[in-house]
């Protein structure tokens, strides 16, 4: 099959295109024949050696795909040849075809489009995880959203606006948070030029944020929990910005918050009925257009390299996906 794939860890530009074998499904999984890709910010970190799984070399990147199973082991008894799905495989998406285990693998309703399915239901499903099942946000709370403009915080916006929430964008320019404005964002924090702590106390009149959803970390963690409200949620959901933060444990203390963990790879598996449902409801809100989705960039499978580097440059905020087959 033609694949992009890695054969030694390191930037993007050490990839290269040719064949690989054929994968062959084990009894618990299913064969896909890819449609598109999506690619994000983990794609990187797996490339380089830097993320908490490690594939065997060599390997395809690409955790997010789209297409139709055409074979099913022998122990798989809720998906079927044919199925439309999204599937989670954490990479070897670029590439015609990918094995992946059946419980990391969705079918997808009429009129979902494939392009949204790739790059936005991975996002949608981890922001959805933290907001609901973590931090059990409420309509009328606020909502703030860390690096707002990237995928997990994009889908934030969206999910906190639909579940009756007021939501502060923050992100690193302007033109980044005029695009928060247009999925729903209610105010705006530019963190780079204003003071992050002192300007959720002027939007909030003071009281601080009920909710905060962090997937970047770094300097961004610390005056961010100071804008805290009393019981508020702070969710980590990653560290984009490179830096694990180092909390002053007397903040959680005094503001009577808490810190919570969102990993929705092991929710998904630990609680695999329950994040099903939450699926569904996913679903419900994109065919309702409650919820549409990150905007878009589509390449070619001989442009993977480029849509790749495109995570890298932190003023690109359209989200890519690798286009491998059209049906």
């Avoid at 930037?11 to 449609?35: A, T, Y």
């Avoid at 005029?178 to 009281?207: M, W």
Wanted: aromatic share 8%; charged share 25%.
């Amino acid at each position: 099959m033609k694949a992009v794939f890695c054969e030694k860890f390191g930037l993007p530009g050490n990839l290269k295109i040719g064949e690989l074998p054929d994968p062959r499904p084990k009894e618990n999984q299913v064969l896909i024949q890819v449609e598109v890709c999506g690619v994000s910010y983990p794609d990187l970190l797996i490339l380089q050696n830097k993320y908490q799984f490690k594939p065997e070399l060599p390997f395809s990147p690409g955790g997010e795909v789209v297409g139709k199973i055409t074979k099913v082991g022998e122990h798989v008894k809720e998906l079927k040849i044919g199925d439309r799905v999204l599937a989670l495989c954490r990479w070897g998406g670029f590439a015609e075809k990918v094995a992946v285990d059946s419980d990391r693998v969705f079918v997808l309703p009429d009129g979902i489009s494939s392009q949204i399915a790739a790059s936005s239901l991975y996002s949608l499903s981890t922001a959805y995880y933290g907001l609901k099942d973590r931090a059990d946000l409420q309509t009328g709370e606020t909502l703030l959203v860390l690096g707002a403009s990237g995928a997990i915080g994009i889908a934030a916006i969206e999910l906190g606006k639909a579940m009756g929430a007021k939501v502060i964008a923050a992100a690193s320019s302007d033109e980044k948070l005029v695009y928060c404005t247009s999925k729903g964002a209610d105010e705006t924090i530019n963190y780079e030029s204003e003071d992050l702590k002192n300007r959720i106390k002027e939007l909030t009149d003071g009281k601080g944020v009920n909710v905060i959803l962090d997937p970047v970390g770094g300097k961004y963690t610390d005056p961010a929990l100071r804008g805290m409200a009393w019981k508020g949620r702070h969710l980590i959901v990653g560290f984009a910005n490179g830096e694990i933060p180092k909390i002053p444990m007397n903040l959680p203390l005094l503001k009577g918050c808490s810190i919570v963990g969102v990993f929705w790879g092991n929710f998904s598996k630990v609680e695999a009925e329950q994040n099903r449902r939450n699926m569904n409801q996913l679903y419900k809100w994109i065919l309702e257009a409650k919820v549409t989705g990150h905007e878009v960039e589509e390449y070619g499978l001989g442009n993977a390299k480029k849509a790749l580097l495109g995570i890298q440059d932190r003023g690109h905020y359209k989200k890519g996906v690798v286009r491998i087959f059209y049906y």
